[in-house]
């Protein structure tokens, strides 16, 4: 069957992740691809396989470890021969870890190249492995690099928070948007800040912080209407190769 939309999401079980997939799913004639580290045969895959869909529309499960190094073009591959897959419209690049908080002369090696591996490595990996077949896409393809303010050197003012692993890692995912950008003609490639968000990690930030569940400012509803609405309307004019939140409003680097 041919669908008028084909998204790709990594890190689909929870969070961002999930609610992304769900406001994809519920579009008419879409297919969107759940790519989880759990594979399609497992419980959570079930889950996310059973959700209601719009229209014409249809979720599949892939397997996809963000900590490995082959998990993206196994990924493709798998979806190349197992669905018969020829193009993606949409690729989100959302698997992401926060694993320190703490002052940086506290952060063990092994932490930091850990995060440098999920947050950074891996979205650059994702693209390498989906560029061709984004670029095979009958309408403008578009990369998403799910990202954070905190990866801000310009706004480090703003949110005086001591997470180094996790700042350069985000802050080195926003750089290679910005230099993938300038290298692909047809590709929108984008790092967005979805916002402090009330999910697991978004808490788990907030408990480091000294602050209750409550207190994160924004809900998951609100994140994703804003990264659909972002997301819809980016392009390579005037969005690729810069860093946005989920409001619409460009971040500094």
């Known amino acids: ?7 790709l999401i990594t890190g689909c079980k929870s969070g961002i992740g999930r609610g992304l997939l769900t406001a994809y799913a519920a579009r008419p004639n879409t297919l969107a691809i759940a790519a989880i580290r759990d594979g399609p045969d497992s419980a959570p ?13 249809k979720v599949i499960v892939a397997k996809y470890d963000a900590s490995s190094q082959t998990a993206a073009t196994d990924l493709v591959k798998y979806l190349q021969i197992s669905h018969n897959l020829d193009s993606l419209d949409v690729v989100i690049a959302n698997a992401g870890i926060l694993k320190h908080f703490g002052p940086a002369r506290e952060a063990s090696p092994v932490t930091i190249v850990e995060h440098f591996e999920i947050n950074t490595l891996a979205p650059i990996l994702l ?3 989906t560029q061709s077949v984004l670029d095979a896409s009958r309408h403008a393809p578009k990369f998403f ?3 954070s303010n905190i990866g801000s050197n310009g706004l480090q003012d703003n949110y005086p928070l001591p997470m180094i692993a996790y700042g350069m890692s985000k802050a080195a995912a926003n750089y290679a948007a910005s230099r993938i950008h300038r290298e692909e003609n047809r590709i929108t490639i984008v790092a967005v800040q979805p916002g402090w968000v ?22 998951l509803d609100e994140s994703v209407g804003g990264l659909m609405s972002l997301f819809d309307k980016a392009n390579k004019e005037t969005y690729s190769g810069k860093f946005w939140d989920q409001t619409g409003t460009q971040m500094p680097w």
């Open 145 to 147: 690099i799910i990202s």
């Open 1 to 7: 069957m041919a669908y008028d939309t084909t998204v």
């Open 127 to 129: 693209y390498q492995a």
């Open 45 to 57: 895959a079930s889950s996310l396989t059973s959700m209601s869909v719009g229209p014409g529309s």
């Open 198 to 219: 009330q999910t697991e990690m978004g808490n788990k930030a907030a408990s480091y912080a000294g602050m209750n569940p409550e207190d994160v400012p924004v809900t």
